[in-house]
């Protein structure tokens, strides 16, 4: 059955410095991945997705993330971190069908908080 | 596009009585779905529909939940009756078939 895992409950980094976030997978076809970011009392918001094509995924808020196939894994990653990304975010694979098709429903991870201190 | 409205954003009540949940999607998404989030269980997804017709209701919790889908741009979610362990953040979110979904703001319910 297909899974998504975020290790870290929590990450914590100062502003200005590079963040990472991470997540791996496992699915048995071809993985459909998402990055969603909560901010206090909002819903869901979309950051970027993996189709497929580049291995680096470009998003809002100057987010990326890289997808890496041998090591099933699809980290959120920004270059300089700002105070205002302090949020909790989402990692999601498309839940599939026991052949191997895409269902409608995603499955998320259990969510990491940010923290970015001034 | 006004995005995905759900109504009320907030709603108290008190334990044994009726809530009902409303959601309204993004227009021409085929895909729409009902989540809870707690701080206990995180967030869970309670059922979903494709075209009006429910996919999966395996999450909803027991016989007390039931949703419903009467046209494509209208979903309620219903609590009969609530008890204060149903208090949580509720989200719809809908999709163009298995795209991205796109969530709503959340009904906050507190069951006293």
């Known amino acids: 059955a297909q899974s998504v895992a975020q290790p870290e409950d929590q990450v914590n980094v100062a502003e200005g410095n590079p963040l990472t976030v991470k997540c791996t997978y496992s699915v048995s076809g071809n993985p459909y991945l998402f990055w969603y970011v909560q901010y206090p009392n909002r819903g869901l918001q979309f950051l970027l997705k993996?189709?497929?094509?580049?291995?680096l995924v470009k998003g809002s808020y100057g987010f990326e993330a890289e997808f890496n196939k041998s090591q099933t894994s699809f980290h959120l990653k920004k270059p300089s971190a700002l105070v205002s990304d302090s949020a909790l975010y989402f990692c999601a694979v498309r839940a599939e069908t026991q052949y191997g098709g895409s269902q409608g429903n995603l499955i998320f991870g259990k969510g990491t908080k940010l923290s970015v201190k001034p | 596009d006004a995005g995905v409205i759900q109504s009320p954003r907030h709603e108290v009540t008190e334990m044994g009585q009726e809530v009902t949940l409303r959601c309204k999607p993004i227009s021409g998404h085929d895909y729409l779905f009902w989540y809870r989030q707690t701080m206990m269980r995180g967030l869970e997804l309670l059922i979903y529909?494709?075209?009006?017709?429910?996919?999966?209701d395996s999450g909803m919790p027991e016989d007390r939940f039931s949703a419903k889908m009467p046209n494509a741009s209208f979903s309620t979610l219903k609590i009969q009756p609530s008890e204060p362990r149903d208090s949580a953040v509720y989200f719809c979110a809908s999709s163009f078939y298995t795209d991205t979904q796109y969530f709503g703001p959340g009904t906050r319910l507190t069951v006293l």
């Open positions: 993996y189709i497929t094509g580049d291995n």
């Open positions: 529909f494709n075209n009006n017709v429910p996919i999966d």
